[in-house]
């Protein structure tokens, strides 16, 4: 097995986590295996009392699923990584490790609709507070700390309109509260985005986006410190048991491999088509990190090493338009999901935005006319045509 600390990224992202067994394997095995055998009495004890290290059940550990953790851990310059069934599952564990009841969490308004839920109905439930802040002002982050702020929480670049987090500013903030803050880095990825080097304690990911990069399987992950996994990140997966399935944990390692060359070639399409629809008539804005139009162009050439694959745009016309330009492509798959190479289309005011009331919408900028593509890995040509259809 390769030491991550001598090599680069892209070895990493092939090489880490593979102990080759004694089968001489080249390729990454699977274990589908629900226990594991002790040679004796002895060992089973030492096992389960923690005195020896090794695996003792696949709720809490599996061969497979410890490659792509020991993979993912090396790509964000984490010392430990825990795999969970799904996304929500890792930023759930985040909430039952780190926080109790009484504590008091501040999440950027701009984060993923079901992480809301998550922080306002179910960890509301539990007695934990929750402030929702302006992704983008720093002062308002500041203002809504309390003594029990236990936890800063952000997705950066947010969903749909691109608009960035200062993840170190936040960092600095949260560690002067004594805070943890935590990144959601779906849209980045570390091949473009390493937030613990820039402060972060937690980086949580769902895997079922780039990780995978073919929409092929659900997953997650968190990545920190020994210190910060460790302990109840970790037990809560051991006592509750949202467990990354090895076959998952397979495609998300083999995903990994090509993760630096998916990424730089999903930001190469985005900025070409976001510059070409800027030029569209019809086309208001053109929301996207690697335009020099964007607002945090500066904080996204210093934070990240490429603008990402995701970008939104504004069409004169608001619904009807937007609704006539999605019906009439050809192409272009109309799902919500991203991070896929296959491109896909959505009209955040009706679908991932629709439970906001009007008011919310506008004051998170959600309007009608709002378009969002995911943009993968077609040929240009193909993807403008199938856009200029019912521009
Ligand atoms: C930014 C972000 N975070 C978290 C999640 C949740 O991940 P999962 O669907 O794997 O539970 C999603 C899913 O769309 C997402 O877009």
Redesign the pocket.
């Known amino acids: 097995m390769i030491d991550p600390d001598e090599y680069g990224f892209s070895t990493r992202a092939i090489r880490a986590g593979h102990q080759r067994t004694n089968e001489g394997e080249h390729g990454e095995p699977i274990f589908p295996t629900s226990s594991f055998v002790f040679d004796s009495a002895e060992q089973a004890a030492a096992r389960f009392s923690g005195d020896e290290p090794g695996n003792i059940y696949a709720r809490f550990t599996n061969p497979t699923v410890r490659i792509f953790e020991q993979r993912l851990a090396a790509l964000e310059g984490g010392e430990r990584c825990v795999a969970f069934a799904?996304?929500?599952?890792a930023?759930l564990a985040v909430c039952m490790g780190v926080l109790k009841a009484g504590d008091h969490v501040v999440v950027s308004r701009s984060?993923?609709g079901?992480?809301v839920v998550l922080f306002n109905q179910f960890m509301g439930k539990f007695g934990v507070e929750v402030s929702f802040v302006s992704l983008t002002d720093l002062a308002e982050w500041e203002q809504a700390i309390r003594p029990n702020t236990r936890l800063l929480f952000l997705?950066t670049p947010a969903?749909p309109l691109t608009q960035l987090g200062d993840i170190s500013a936040l960092a600095d903030l949260a560690h002067q509260h004594g805070a943890l803050l935590a990144v959601?880095n779906?849209?980045c990825t570390p091949a473009l985005q390493q937030p613990l080097a820039l402060g972060a304690d937690l980086v949580?990911h769902?895997?079922?986006?780039y990780l995978d990069g073919q929409g092929r399987a659900?997953?997650?992950a968190v990545v920190g410190s020994e210190e910060a996994i460790g302990g109840e990140i970790y037990g809560f997966l051991r006592t509750a048991g949202p467990t990354m399935s090895p076959f998952n944990g397979w495609i998300f390692l083999k995903g990994l491999e090509t993760l630096k060359l998916r990424m730089e070639a999903h930001t190469r399409s985005a900025t070409e088509l976001a510059q070409w629809l800027s030029k569209q008539s019809g086309v208001e804005r053109v929301h996207y990190p690697g335009l020099e139009s964007h607002p945090q162009y500066e904080l996204a050439a210093s934070q990240q090493q490429g603008a990402g694959g995701i970008l939104s745009f504004e069409l004169e016309g608001g619904k009807e338009a937007a609704w006539r330009l999605i019906n009439a492509t050809q192409m272009i798959s109309i799902t919500?999901?991203?991070g896929d190479t296959k491109s896909t289309i959505t009209h955040p005011a009706t679908t991932t935005h629709g439970r906001l009331t009007a008011e919310d919408k506008e004051q998170a900028g959600i309007r009608d006319g709002l378009i969002r593509i995911a943009v993968g890995l077609e040929d240009m040509v193909d993807l403008k045509r199938d856009l200029l259809r019912g521009l």
């Open positions: 799904s996304g929500m599952a930023i984060v993923f079901t992480t997705e969903n959601d779906v849209f949580t769902s895997a079922t986006k659900v997953g997650g919500a999901n991203l």
